[in-house]
Structures are given as C-alpha cells and as structure tokens.
C-alpha cells in the first residue's frame, strides 16, 4: 500500500477518533447537566415543602400561644393610655391591645404560606390550599371574635341592665370569651391541628 494512502486512512481514522471523543464528552456532559438538573430540582422540592411544613407548625404555635389563658403585664407595656380611663376600661384595653398583637404573627405567617403555596404549584405541581384553608378559617374566627368580646366589654360599662337580656348576653359573652381563651383540646385548636397534621403529611413525600 502506497505511504500517501496509508496516511490517508491514518488522518481519516485520527479524524474518527477525535469524533468519538468529541461525541463521549458531550454524552458525559449532557447527563452530567441532566444529574445536576435533577439534583436541583429535588433540592428546590424538598426546600419548598421543608419551608412550608415549618410554617405550618409555626403557625400551630403561635395559635396556640395567641389563646393562651395568662396575659403578661408587660404584653400591654407599649398601649398609650388616656388620663380619663376608668379602671374598668384600662383592663379591657390592655387585654385587647395584647390580644390583637399576638395575632399579628398569625397573619404574617399566614401571608407566607400562601406565598410558598404558589411556588408549590410550579415547582412541587401541587396546590396546598385546601390544607390552608381551616388555618385561614381559624385566624378569621379569632380575630373577629377578639374584636367583638372586647368591643362589648367597654361598651358594658356604659349600657343600662336592661339594654339586652342579661342571662342571654352572658352566655353569648362566654362563647366569645371560649374562643379567645383555649380550652384543653378544644374544637378550633383541634381544627388546627388536624389541618396542620394534614398539610405536613401531604408534604412528607417530597422531604424523604
């Protein structure tokens, strides 16, 4: 065989070499960026429902702290008080003012899941909400109720007896006053925790 064709099938298999090789790299490299895809995306997941379960045990805590039946001084400490309050109203006020700021993390936490639960729906393809709801129920019925039961308390003090049936008022007064102040496994802390229960178990398969 002739040196010029001799070199001719050299370079044409130089030429070959070089292609699998070329075409090996970009094999290696293509699942290397498909592993590396997948490894974030499972990290994306796992963050997204790792953050969203925290919040639902926050959430959990602070509600069950909001109701809780003690109610510090100190918790009322930063009220502005007026000179012509009696007595009377100074309590109502103080207990309303520390009432209303332990729901203000209720709500906050509240904003932050449903935050979460948008990224959910993209990166997880799954919509919490129906697992949020009850919480949001919850929050609204103990926030409406604080503002009524203390509304009434300082209105109390100004009202004739005979402005409502008094046996009637102090029924109601004491379902408000229920609500507000937990009971040992009540029905609205069992509400939230059976919703809370629910969420992070439906969160658990994307945190193993």
Known sequence: MP????????????DV????????????????????????????????????????????????????PITFAGESAERIKSEDETPQERVALDEHFARQARLRPLGEILEELR????????????????????LEKSFRELFATVQSYFSIQLRSGKRSSTDLNRRSDEKWMESLH????????????????NAVSELTGDLSKHLR
């Open 3 to 14: 040196l010029s064709q001799i070199s001719e099938f050299v370079s044409m298999g130089s």
């Open 17 to 68: 070499v070089v292609a699998l090789a070329a075409l090996i790299a970009a094999i290696v490299a293509f699942r290397g960026v498909k592993q590396w895809r997948k490894e974030l995306t499972g990290k994306a997941k796992f963050e997204i429902a790792r953050k969203m379960a925290l919040l639902g045990f926050q959430f959990q805590e602070r509600f069950r702290q909001a109701r809780g």
């Open 115 to 134: 935050s979460v639960n948008w990224e959910a729906k993209i990166i997880l393809r799954q919509d919490f909400q129906e697992e949020i709801k009850p």
């Open 178 to 193: 229920n609500i507000i102040y937990a009971r040992p496994d009540d029905e609205l802390s069992a509400t939230v925790d």
